[in-house]
């Protein structure tokens, strides 16, 4: 597509949050509200839990420990699954049996960055549906390679770069550069490395959003200094 009006956005987000999920969802609707910007998506890592081990966690285990109780669990679920609805997700917390380690997750959504074009978006959202939808171990070697391969990636080099210690420590560099940017939750989306929406934002916010800044970039308005 050819537009006077670019954006740059990195979405920092963890691929077992399922607020990242429709933040994802809501970010897709808003793309398709804001057709004359030319908007390039980037995916950045972030750990909800880096000190799951890698085989993962029980999940009623690991929810019983970090909310106290199954029932504070399940109305957090709940409230997630109100929200999912009205971004047209339909969560099936129940088939989720583990909670995994997300690192190696985050590794193959980077290698896809350079994999081509969409090929980074139709990965996370691949993972966000292996793991909230169907269940999957999304910790797993054996579901990252096929999540790659279902997303257009040469899964051959997945499989060869997953045991091996590829990039995970820039990976963890870029968690640790986000939480000294001072993200402490996630989604968090940040437009031409400038403004920062958290949370989990309605399609119009963002389209909103959106729209401003990218009217901005293209008048010059963001190169000038601050009142």
Known sequence: MSSEKTLSIDVISDVMCPWCFVGQKNLKQALAQVEDVDVSIHWRPYQLDPTLPPEGKDRQTYLEEKFGSRDRAQALHDRIKEAGRAADIDFKFERIATSPN???AHRVIRW???AGEGIQDRLVERLFEMYFLEGENIGEHPVLIKAARESGMDSAVVETLLPTEADREEVSREV???QQMGVTGVPCFL???KYALMG?????ALADAIRKVAEAKATGALDQPQA
């Open 112 to 114: 896809a960055a350079s």
């Open 102 to 104: 997300t690192i190696d």
């Open 200 to 204: 989990a934002q309605p399609p119009e």
């Open 176 to 178: 640790a550069t986000a």
């Open 191 to 193: 437009l031409e490395g």
